[in-house]
């Protein structure tokens, strides 16, 4: 399974971005029972939850991009979106996809976000 991540890029504070995951290869009965997550990390910090969108149709967020961030999946395209709106500097990461189902774990290789002021 390819998980390839795309939209990243530089936008000004206050501008928005969409992210795409796209899980090629991967079969689209699995593409459904399988939980994504967005996943940033910026430079000297850990790696964390963005967003999940469980396959039960569940999704939450982390407390930092609540209320300004999407998570949404087009089974059909077996993509995974990150609306991201109200960007601020501190959104500024590398931002990875992640596909986990009962018996894998994959990652993307990651995109940059960065948000000027």
């Known amino acids: 399974v390819q998980l390839q991540a795309s939209g990243g890029g530089l936008v000004q504070a206050g501008g928005s971005l969409r992210l795409s995951c796209k899980a090629s290869r991967m079969i689209l009965s699995t593409f459904w029972s399988t939980s994504f997550g967005w996943y940033r990390q910026a430079p000297g910090k850990q790696r964390e939850l963005v967003a999940g969108s469980s396959s039960d149709g569940s999704s939450n967020y982390g407390d930092s991009v609540k209320g300004r961030f999407t998570i949404s999946r087009d089974n059909a395209r077996k993509t995974v979106y990150l609306q991201m709106a109200d960007l601020k500097t501190e959104d500024t990461a590398v931002y990875y996809c992640?596909?986990?189902?009962?018996?894998?774990?994959?990652w993307g290789e990651g995109t940059q976000v960065t948000v000027s002021s």
């Open positions: 992640n596909a986990r189902g009962q018996a894998f774990d994959y």
